[in-house]
């Protein structure tokens, strides 16, 4: 019985990553994160070292599309492994008090940093270029900006899309993704 219990799991959880823990701060986890000391232009340059896209997630404590995002679209196979291979994934806590440099050389609180960025939702989703001029913060550098919870293929498409600069093209994101519906399967 108990061989038969253990196989059913296996098989129920084959396939699946599973989801993120919840942190102190009340935020999720997750392994494809990159505690830093919040420095972007460091960021940016670590994310240039290892050949990823630098991605500024912002969260709050509980946000029930937070939790949706990290139960059901992001422990998705592709998808996680998009995260964990392509991208260097910053948290930042909508409300949180721990000090961010900006490109633009300000140092400010999470929660004046994403007041100044205007996000006004969770989670967004905040994808840089390569490179970013001088005196510029992050809001004016990023490439796409993505407030709101969506599902897997949306969030898939959206992942590549960047990936595949398809903002600098003349295909804007709903005709890449439509073209793409079932791509992320």
Known sequence: ???LLILLATLLTA????????GDDGL??????HDTFKDLRDDLAEANAEGKRLMILIEQR????CR???EEVYPTPKIDALLNERFFVIQMNMFGDTEVTDFDGESLSEKDAVSKWGAIFTPTMIFLPEEVPEGVSAAKAAVVTMPGAFEKG??????NWVLEKGYAG???FQKYHARNLGSWK
């Open 1 to 3: 019985m108990r061989k």
């Open 15 to 22: 396939g699946h990553v599973a989801a993120a823990e919840m």
């Open 28 to 33: 999720h986890k997750a392994a494809w994160m």
């Open 68 to 70: 949706k995002m990290h």
């Open 170 to 172: 003349d295909e804007p």
């Open 154 to 159: 949306t969030t898939y498409n959206l992942l």
């Open 62 to 65: 509980g946000c029930i599309y």
